[in-house]
């Protein structure tokens, strides 16, 4: 039998031998290698596209990370993590323009991780079918990760860089290319449009129609619409298709090139519906049709007939189809007797003259009028417009007599009859016809016969009227008024009567006194007849 001792001993011993084999156990699953791997796959959603287009590549990396030997989890996720990685989409062989350079991603753990959008640019000539395009994708990770209880961990890092290949259709299908556009619209006015538009594509587009918009006020469709759609059906291969649209250009809109947006809708062959990419239609309007005025003159007085005349003139740039001259005038006492008169029409540059009859009222006042003519006429597709005022000032000269009148001798004798001449001159600018003078006169005075007439009376023309003219015995030497009024027929068969015009007659007195006028005669005779014989009888006598 063993003693107490030994069995402690043999006790301590086994416990402090387990615990070292704890230790040693413990020490070993503190330490090791963990080894493993990133597996990167590009992948793209964007599968077709247009020939003729700029497109984005949506792109995505995903991470299928291999682990050759495991460990604690930070470790795992470390050999299995793609570091500073970066994507660069390579044109390489491929038609395709790519314009985005190498894109960063950063770390790209196990799973799938989104890559922003590449820009692609693809040519419109590119044939349709499926290419390949090259990717390099770059990144950082870790092959292994040595660590223990003693110490920090052991990284064995590495860069790796490696091409990958995404893959991309061409569609084969409808394609739109602009051809031309042409416009016959003016400022201020409305106009067509056509558009000629190509199916560059190889496929036929069905029930197709082209919507046009414009962006700004200043041009618009129609009815004042921003958009408008023309009508096109099936529209095959290679054929030229031209759309005509209806557009007005705002009265301010400037003389500048404006630009619209045309896009086809259209179903395809598999009957999907489609638009096409935007095209640009550039028009540049004519200016705005205008015209003036040259050579004109008035010849306008306060209460008479006149005329004011004159020449349009056409700016351009189309031809005025049956234009009209209005005349227009704010001024009351201005009566117009026709306000439009008719030219024949006016190819750019050429003229018509046209000629208005104005009568002015005695009401009216010498002054400057402001005359306002437009010209209203037809446009290219028989739409009646009306052009901006031509604005005029014309001077209205005062009024005058139209006549003057003149007495050839303006002395009566009291108590006795005579006749008085009266010089009337034509004063106006216009031949006068059956030119009637109405005398009055009063007491004293009187008249039996005070009425004259004359057939015609042209311009500066002075013709004399003769009326019969008595005295009464008791007047007093001095000046009487005699008053004539004419009336008489204007060339346009308007009758008119002038005013009353005053001449002073003056009524004299006979002398009385002296020897009676007979007797005086007959001693005249005898003293003639007394010498006549005494020189006869001397002249016999010799």
């Known amino acids: 039998m063993s003693s107490p001792h030994r069995t402690t001993f043999l006790v301590v011993l086994v416990v402090v031998s387990?615990?070292?084999a704890t230790g040693v156990a413990a020490g070993q699953s503190s330490s090791g290698t963990v080894i493993g791997r990133p597996a990167l796959e590009l992948y793209t959603s964007t599968s077709e596209v247009?020939?003729?287009?700029?497109?984005?590549?949506?792109?995505?990396?995903?991470?299928?990370g291999q682990l050759n030997r495991g460990g604690p989890a930070e470790y795992e996720t470390r050999v299995t993590t793609a570091r500073g990685t970066s994507v660069e989409v390579e044109d390489g062989a491929t038609p395709f323009e790519i314009t985005t350079g190498r894109v960063a991603v950063g770390e790209v753990p196990r799973g799938t991780t989104a890559v922003d959008p590449v820009s692609i640019t693809v040519p419109e000539t590119v044939d349709p079918g499926r290419y390949r395009i090259p990717v390099t994708v770059s990144y950082v990770h870790t092959l292994s990760v040595e660590y223990d209880s003693l110490g920090a961990p052991k990284y064995n890092d590495i860069t790796r860089e490696e091409t990958q290949y995404?893959?991309?259709?061409?569609r084969d299908g409808s394609?739109?290319?602009?051809?031309?556009?042409?416009?016959?619209?003016?400022?201020?006015?409305?106009?067509?449009?056509?558009?000629?538009?190509?199916n560059t594509g190889t496929r036929p587009a069905r029930d197709a129609s082209v919507v046009l918009s414009s962006e700004t006020d200043e041009l618009t469709f129609g009815s004042r619409s921003e958009s408008s759609t023309g009508y096109v059906g099936t529209w095959e291969p290679g054929a030229n298709e031209t759309v005509d649209y209806t557009v007005a250009f705002d009265d301010d809109a400037a003389l500048r090139s404006y630009s619209l947006t045309a896009r086809v809708e259209y179903e395809d062959t598999d009957g999907i519906e489609r638009t096409s990419e935007a095209m640009t239609v550039g028009l540049r309007p004519a200016p705005e049709q205008s015209f003036r005025l040259r050579d004109t003159g008035a010849t306008l007085r306060v209460g008479e007939d006149g005329t004011f005349t004159g020449t349009v003139v056409n700016d351009g740039p189309d031809t005025a189809r049956d234009p009209v001259v209005v005349l227009r005038s704010s001024n009351p006492n201005v009566d117009i007797d026709s306000r439009e008169y008719a030219l024949g029409e006016l190819a750019p540059d050429e003229r018509g003259d046209f000629a208005f009859d104005v009568s002015v009222s005695d009401g009216a006042s010498a002054s400057t009028q402001q005359f306002n003519l437009s010209v209203r006429y037809r446009n290219d597709r028989g739409d009646t417009r009306l052009s901006d005022p031509l604005n005029e000032q014309v001077v209205i000269e005062g009024q005058r007599d139209r006549f003057s009148v003149e007495a050839v001798d303006r002395t009566v004798v009291v108590g006795e009859s005579?006749?008085?001449?009266?010089?009337?001159?034509?004063?106006?600018?216009?031949?006068?016809?059956?030119?009637?003078?109405?005398a009055f006169v009063q007491a004293p005075l009187s008249?039996?016969?005070?009425?004259?007439?004359?057939?015609?009376?042209?311009?500066?023309?002075?013709?004399?009227?003769?009326?019969?003219?008595?005295?009464g015995s008791n007047a007093l030497e001095k000046s009487y008024p005699v008053s004539l009024d004419l009336q008489y027929e204007l060339p346009d068969g308007d009758t008119q009567v002038s005013s009353t015009y005053r001449v002073p007659v003056t009524a004299e007195r006979q002398e009385s006194g002296g020897l009676p006028l007979v007797p005086v005669g007959l001693a005249a005779s005898a003293v003639v007849a007394v010498g006549l014989f005494v020189w006869f009888r001397r002249d016999g006598g010799d």
């Open 447 to 471: 008249s039996d016969d005070d009425e004259g007439i004359v057939s015609t009376l042209d311009p500066g023309e002075t013709t004399t009227i003769v009326i019969g003219l008595a005295t």
């Open 50 to 64: 247009e020939p003729g287009t700029e497109t984005e590549l949506d792109l995505v990396l995903s991470n299928d």
């Open 18 to 20: 387990a615990v070292a």
């Open 418 to 438: 005579t006749t008085l001449e009266l010089r009337v001159t034509n004063e106006g600018d216009e031949p006068l016809r059956d030119v009637e003078a109405k």
């Open 166 to 170: 995404i893959a991309v259709r061409v």
């Open 175 to 198: 394609r739109f290319e602009l051809r031309g556009s042409e416009t016959t619209a003016q400022v201020g006015d409305t106009g067509s449009l056509s558009v000629d538009i190509e």
